[in-house]
């Protein structure tokens, strides 16, 4: 009882401190409460009729006044709409489960619509017996739920040379987060025979689109914690995701998540074939270009305020939100700084960090109109930090276009607004 009592008197207090402040510094808020507020002493036409009967919509989208958070591209990045990509409002989310709505897509020749009925998965090569699996025969195999991000190798890619694009989404929206049903990997190559006492150490997959996207990925990945899904956010994959089933590789690069899943071949080594050598690759200082950089590293980006989601409500209390995540297991710790990297607080974890995962996290501060260089650094289960983007010069130089994971700075203004910008 002693307890509650005591909660409820600091709520209360944070309560009146927040009204206090927004009328003092606004007056708008002192004014409201001298006149009757209409939109409470009268009755409004939402309370007056009915609202839409049950049928008015069998699959629903979000009500229209959230109609600006949507997908959004940069002109100048995508040359046409077939080989492209857009970005993830992640600005205007919470929590940590992207909508497939408006998750973002990544397509080398298009979005292309494969029935179940049409949908093959052929397991060939050094196997004891190749199979191929009909839509129907995946859903008889013991399925598993696992929630992972997903993170293209390009996301932030713009930024190396210096700040470019002006808002989160553009910046870092090449992300989703999904909770996944699907079938472990593992265990249809075990159906096809795999032994382990093969050459196999290597598979090839690719996708029935024109690109097929081939990819090769070690066994040792494979046959670790690789997905074929079948579901994502609980319903059927959506077209642009590779409907009816997609590859997911758990913390890493983006580009080895085979959408539209057709073929899976074992093999005695990787293939090498032109999108996994002539792109995907970091090129250094000098001119000498790492092979693989598979798993993405921890990374984390305040989501809230940012340039398209600023300070809108005056000053007093302020929620800075943000989002982290690691290829490399769970965050452990986020810390966040007003003052571009000169000293730094410690957020809060909306839950505790999940297993390549997107984590939610908050600091809730008061904002009384000075400007701010807001930054997040993530930490994760393996002890690496988040590097600064001098730090991340320093090794890869500035050639580089992937796995760019250093620190972002928004320049918060004295009017709220924000911009995306470098400290040195
Ligand atoms: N799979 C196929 N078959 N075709 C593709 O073009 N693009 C890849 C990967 N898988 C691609 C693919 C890239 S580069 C990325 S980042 C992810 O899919 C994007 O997945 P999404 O479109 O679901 O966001
Ligand atoms: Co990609």
Known sequence: MAEDTGRGASRRAFLKGSVAAGGALLGAGAARAAEPDPLITEVQPWASGLGEGVDAT???????????????NVEWLTADTISSINFTPIHALDGTITPAGCAFERHHSGAIELKKEDYRLMINGLVDTPLVFTYADLERFPRENHTYF??????????????????????HGMIHNMEYSGIPL????????????????????EGADASSNGRSIPMEKALDDCLVAIKANGEALRKEHGYPARL?????????????????EVMDGPVESREETSKYTDTLADG?????????????????PSPQSPITHGHGPLVITGMAWSGHGRITRVDVSKDGGKTWETARLAKQGENK?????????EWNGEE???????????????????????VRGENSIYHNNCIQTWWVKENGEAENVEVS
């Open 186 to 205: 593992r265990t249809l190559l075990h159906e096809a025979g795999y032994s382990g006492e093969t050459e196999g150490k290597w598979v090839y997959v």
């Open 58 to 72: 069998p699959y629903g989208l979000p009500i229209r006044f959230e109609d600006d958070v949507i997908r959004r």
């Open 288 to 304: 000498t270009s790492r092979k693989w950089t598979w798993v993405m590293d921890a990374k984390s980006v305040v989501t809230s």
């Open 372 to 394: 701010m260089f807001l930054q997040s650094r993530a930490m994760d289960e393996t002890g690496y930090v988040q590097p600064t983007k001098a730090q991340l010069r320093e």
């Open 150 to 171: 997903l993170e293209c190798a390009a996301n932030t890619g713009m930024e190396w040379a210096g700040a470019q694009l002006n808002g989160a989404q553009f910046t």
């Open 248 to 264: 997911v590789v758990p913390g890493w690069e983006g580009n080895m998540w085979i959408k539209w899943i057709r073929r899976i």
């Open 357 to 365: 995962a997107l984590t939610r996290f908050y600091l809730e501060t």
